[in-house]
């Protein structure tokens, strides 16, 4: 997805790029936020192809002219995007004299080069206030553009010398009918992805094209009888998952669909449907809606507090992994936290 009208939903921010490319000065640093997979890295790079484009018609670029086949291709030189390297947890500070070293220089087509940090929050110190003294003294003609989820995992410094651009997840409808339509996924399995993918139609596709269905079978099994496990038995599960996630981080780049992250969204998403069958919610709000008839069994042994203790405790699995707290560690207090809440008597 290069191209503004290639990217599903997220008007309000393709609406907002449109109006500032049509000003005479660009702003030089966006912080585009929000869950992965909404379209913050394909916009990232519509924008540089807009921006370079040739015969751009009201902000979308033409596809067409040198600047849109190189963009498309994967051989602009003006479109510079920054991870971490595969072996490493964070961006470093190498990383970032680089980008400044090439910053130094014109862009190579003369207009505006775009420089894409992904995953922002992950910048060492030393990197993230390098990059600061970056967005201090912008070189002319370079648009800076950092990812993250969450604002508040950057240096409140960073964030404030940037114009900030908003990601919403995507109706359930919309990525479903995304899947049936431009990936011909069938419509039951399509729902299925859709109401799982917490709105995130990247996280959708990446889950269609693996055995994440598999996974989600048995992850949703491994917490149904979490419960009736000994302590012994929990701590073992804990562990063996998290070795499990270890091993892959060596051999994987980018997201992960049967990993740690990828568990714990699912078994919020468990907790979160028996807070809706527990309060009386309608049916349409459950995320696995397949599962209803083991989510109406199981509501009625949990307290309210319970579901609500548990989802949070797994919001801050996910917090703790995502700045690299010890895996193992993270998964043994989660379990046997859940544990613990599940064996909380029913009202």
């Known amino acids: 997805m290069l191209s503004f009208s290639q990217i ?3 008007e309000k ?7 500032v490319m049509a000003r005479e000065k660009m702003p030089h640093a966006y912080l585009f936020t929000g869950i992965a997979g909404v379209g913050k890295t394909s916009m990232a790079k519509a924008l540089a192809m807009a921006l370079n484009c040739d015969s751009p018609v009201e902000g979308v670029s033409c596809g067409n002219c040198p600047s849109c086949r190189k963009m498309i291709s994967g051989n602009f030189p003006d479109f510079i995007s920054v991870t971490r390297r595969p072996d490493k947890k964070n961006i470093l500070i190498e ?4 980008l400044n070293r090439e910053l130094r220089f014109a862009p190579v087509s003369g207009r505006y080069r775009v420089c894409l940090i992904q995953q922002a929050e992950i910048m060492t110190v030393e990197a993230a206030n390098s990059f600061l003294k970056t967005l201090e003294e912008p070189p002319p003609g370079n648009i800076l553009i950092l990812n993250a989820v969450d604002p508040r995992d950057l240096l409140p410094t960073i964030v404030s010398r ?3 651009v908003s990601f919403s997840p995507l109706p ?4 479903a009918d ?9 419509k039951e399995t399509a729902e299925v992805l859709a109401k799982v993918s917490d709105g995130s139609p990247g996280r959708a596709l990446k889950m269609s094209v693996g055995n ?3 996974k989600r079978q048995e992850w949703l099994l491994s917490i149904v009888n979490l419960p009736g496990l000994s302590k012994e038995k929990a701590v073992h599960m804990a562990f063996e998952y998290a070795e499990k996630d270890t091993k892959k981080d060596t051999e994987r780049s980018g997201s992960n669909q049967t990993g740690v992250p990828a568990m714990l969204a699912v078994w919020e998403s468990w907790y979160r449907d028996l807070l809706v069958v ?3 919610g309608p049916a349409r709000l459950l995320i696995n809606a397949d599962f209803s008839h083991k989510l109406k069994k199981i509501a009625e042994r949990f307290i309210i507090k319970a579901l609500t203790d548990s989802v949070l405790a797994i919001d801050q699995a996910q917090q703790d992994l995502r700045r690299y707290r010890n895996k193992k560690l993270v998964m043994e207090n989660t379990v046997l936290k859940l544990k613990h809440l599940a064996g909380a008597p029913g009202e």
């Open 178 to 186: 995304w899947l049936i339509k431009e990936r011909d996924v069938d």
């Open 172 to 175: 359930f409808k919309d990525i």
């Open 95 to 98: 990383q970032i004299k680089d």
């Open 212 to 214: 994440f269905l598999e």
């Open 162 to 164: 940037c114009q900030r």
């Open 278 to 280: 527990r309060a009386g």
């Open 8 to 10: 599903i939903g997220q």
């Open 13 to 19: 921010a393709k609406r907002f790029l449109k109006q």
